[in-house]
């Protein structure tokens, strides 16, 4: 098994100057890539192949592996000014930054070579193939594999997959004909192009649009016994063991960046649009309201950042601070993405205005990571034990 470390082993010093570079590859390049996005519905190849030049899909990983090692909370400051872009944007920076961790807790050094150095690197994509149509997400999947040999046969259903489509691993999880719960799960490397699977593209979402996600279907796909991670009965360990933790913070820092862009332009906006003889700012009612935004995004940002440092620290608590911080962060982002586009009055609910955008895209951010409910079911475990 190879040792992977929480993060930042011996890597880049940072950010400084590289939250500059990142800030100006957002507020420029970023926003013609977003407006090109919104145009088309479609992510241009060239958004990937730039956002790997640039190395910004391995910064999180440590540089043992390959990664740019940056400490934990210093990704996560970047990942605030990526936040700030278009959803597709932050969930390409996101998803790869973050999901060599479920790959390289469990691989072993074959598997490592053949996916976590790759998937780094940029070479190939994984896609995280857990939620399914017919079940609930976690120990109820019912997605089966029968074992023949060398070879697992699988069947079932998975929707709702982020890059599904155009990935060429799904990190899919099942469960061995027959078993119940937790027990008998498997985590496996499904090659995107197996036989047996029939991929649907699922297009037209409220936002993150142009981001492409999947409906699969199964049906005794063969899958090599040599692609599962870790062992048989530990299929939802690699799902969630060592990666949730620091995934459910990330996505916590992604809605502090998204209500970052949402308060700019509302500011923006209250200092420029006149009414009866004033600015919108020069009202005690609006730029109260824009104050609430403010204290609202601070606080998220600190609690994010708290469960970030006490889960490098090895806190045994770090779970139930991700949860919190997962659980308050996004319903930071409801209150102050309503506010934002209240400010605007009707023209921001029209389409070509940023705003209309940015609320649309903050809806998804809710259901990434685990519901409001999931956060909640976590930390009342810690509570009552
Ligand atoms: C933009 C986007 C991208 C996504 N990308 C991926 C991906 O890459 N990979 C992947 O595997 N999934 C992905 N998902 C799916 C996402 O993880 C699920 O939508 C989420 O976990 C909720 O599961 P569900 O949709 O099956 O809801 P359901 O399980 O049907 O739940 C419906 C509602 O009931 C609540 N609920 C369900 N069970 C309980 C319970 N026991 N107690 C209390 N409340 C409960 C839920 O919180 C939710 O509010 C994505 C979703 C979105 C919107």
Redesign the pocket.
């Given at each position: 098994m190879s040792e992977v470390p929480g993060a930042g082993e011996a890597g880049e010093k940072g950010p400084g100057p590289l939250a500059e570079e990142v800030e100006g590859f957002v507020r420029g390049p970023g926003e013609d890539y977003a407006a090109e996005i919104e145009r088309t519905r479609s992510v241009p190849p060239g958004l990937w192949k730039d956002l790997r030049e640039r190395g910004y899909l391995r910064l999180a990983a440590p540089a043992s592996l390959g990664g740019r090692g940056l400490p934990f909370p210093q990704y996560l400051e970047l990942l605030e000014l990526f936040s700030m872009s278009h959803a597709s944007l932050r969930m390409i920076v996101h998803?790869c930054n973050g999901i060599w961790r479920a790959i390289a807790r469990f691989a072993t050094p074959e598997q490592e070579k053949a996916f976590v150095r790759p998937q780094i690197s940029g070479d190939i994509r994984v896609?995280?193939?857990?939620?399914?149509p017919t079940a609930?997400?976690g120990a109820d999947i019912r997605s089966s594999v029968v074992r023949e040999g060398d070879t697992y046969y699988l069947s079932g259903e998975?929707h709702?997959?982020?890059?599904?489509a155009h990935c060429d691993y799904w990190l899919l999880f099942a469960r061995l004909g027959g078993t119940p719960g937790k027990d008998g799960t498997v985590a496996l490397m499904v090659d995107r192009h197996v036989p047996g699977a029939k991929v649907e593209a699922m297009a037209d979402?409220m936002g993150?649009r142009g981001?492409d996600?999947a409906h699969m279907v199964f049906d005794r796909a063969p899958v090599p016994v040599a692609n599962r991670l870790g062992d048989e009965g530990r299929g939802l360990d690699v799902a969630f063991d060592g990666f949730l933790t620091p995934s459910r913070i990330a996505v916590a820092m992604t809605c502090v960046g998204l209500a970052r862009r949402a308060q700019e332009l509302a500011v923006a906006h209250a200092k420029t649009r006149q009414t009866f003889g004033k600015p919108l700012a020069a009202r005690q009612a609006i730029a109260f309201s824009l104050a609430e935004n403010e204290a609202d995004i601070e606080a998220a940002r600190q609690l994010t950042l708290h469960a970030a440092r006490r889960w490098e620290a090895g806190d045994e608590r770090s779970a139930t601070l991700s949860s919190m911080a997962k659980l308050n962060a996004v319903d930071m982002l409801t209150r102050v993405t309503d506010k934002a586009l209240q400010v605007h009055g009707g023209i921001g609910y029209w389409e070509p205005h940023p705003i209309e955008r940015v609320y649309r895209d903050a809806r998804?951010q809710r259901?990434?990571?685990?519901?409001?409910?999931?956060q909640k079911?976590v930390i009342a475990r810690d509570l009552f034990g």
């Open positions: 998803v896609a995280f193939a857990l939620t399914e609930g997400t998975k709702l997959i982020t890059f599904g979402t993150v981001t996600h998804a259901f990434e990571e685990g519901t409001n409910e999931i079911a």
